[in-house]
Every structure is written in structure tokens, then in C-alpha cells.
């Protein structure tokens, strides 16, 4: 900018710009919080046990089981639980950076802060937490696994049923 003195119209053109520039930003930040709001990504583990939905927070908002979790130990389901949630928060993260690019753009500080923040909420902060579990390795016996001439399965606490 430079020091000379503006004329009345050259001062109102420069506001009037000025605040053209604030209100699309305004508005680009209510449709970058409204696209935010209804934002909810779902994932399905790999072995097809768990179906988790999470909100634009990254709460976990929606949980469904299927019937692959009696065929393993519950310390690989609550595995698989968890590894599939930081999955979905993965996901609800790199399209909250396209929400961000698509509103407000990449260039200014603010969207860089908020992209970063948003980044450092939803990302696990280390690989070793998005290692999925071992899909077989845990798997307990079922009732159909059990043969006819082992009565011994009926009581044996091993046996999730």
C-alpha cells in the first residue's frame, strides 16, 4: 500500500472491496462449518466383522457386528473394532481437508490452522496404532468347528458361543 492520501471514491472503492473480501469469506466459513456439520464417514473392517460410522468429530456415532465375531477371540474384535474407527477418523480427516480446500482454500493461515488442527485430532499419532490385528492367529473355536465324538466342547469355557 502506498502513503499517498485517497480521494473520497478511491477510499470507498477500497472499502467496498475490502469488505466484499470479508463476506465471501464469512460465507465460505458457514458453508465449510455446515459441510463440518453433516460430515459422517463409515467403514468396514477388512474381514467384514465391524461397520463403524463417525461423526464429524469423530465420535463414534454407529456400530454394527456381524456374525464374523463369533468366529474370533474378543480381544481381535475389540481390535478390529478400534483399528476400524481410527480408519474411518482417517478418512473423516482427508475429507474435511477437501472441505477446507473447497471453501476457504489452502493458502491463508486460518485454513492452514484449522486444517492442521482438524489433521491432529482424527490422525493417530503413530503407525504402530493403525495396525490392523491378525485375522486367524486369535480365532476361537465355534460350535460348528466341534466334532461329533468330543463331548468335551459342550463345557469347555474356550468356547465362545
Known amino acids: 500500500m502506498d502513503d499517498r492520501v485517497l480521494n473520497p471514491d ?3 472503492q477500497r472499502m467496498e472491496a475490502w469488505k466484499g473480501r470479508i463476506d465471501r469469506l464469512a460465507a465460505d466459513t458457514r458453508t465449510m462449518s455446515d459441510r463440518f456439520q453433516q460430515l459422517q464417514v ?3 473392517d477388512r474381514d467384514g466383522m465391524a461397520e463403524v460410522t463417525v461423526d464429524s468429530t469423530g465420535s463414534l456415532v454407529g456400530l454394527r457386528l456381524t456374525r464374523e465375531i463369533e468366529r474370533s477371540s474378543p480381544d481381535v474384535v475389540a481390535a478390529t473394532i478400534m483399528s ?8 473423516l480427516a482427508d475429507r474435511s481437508q477437501e472441505i477446507i ?3 476457504i ?3 491463508s493461515p486460518a485454513a ?3 486444517a492442521e488442527r482438524i489433521g491432529n485430532q482424527l490422525r493417530p499419532r503413530d503407525d504402530s496404532a493403525d495396525t490392523p490385528p491378525p485375522p ?7 460350535a460348528a468347528d466341534a466334532t461329533d465324538d468330543d463331548p468335551g466342547d459342550e ?4 468356547v465362545w458361543r
Open 10 to 12: 478511491e477510499a470507498r
Open 42 to 44: 463409515t467403514r468396514k
Open 84 to 91: 476400524t474407527i481410527r480408519a474411518a477418523k482417517a478418512e
Open 101 to 103: 480446500a473447497d471453501t
Open 105 to 107: 482454500g489452502t493458502e
Open 112 to 114: 492452514r490452522a484449522i
Open 136 to 142: 486367524a492367529q486369535n480365532r476361537r473355536a465355534t
Open 155 to 158: 463345557y469347555d469355557p474356550k
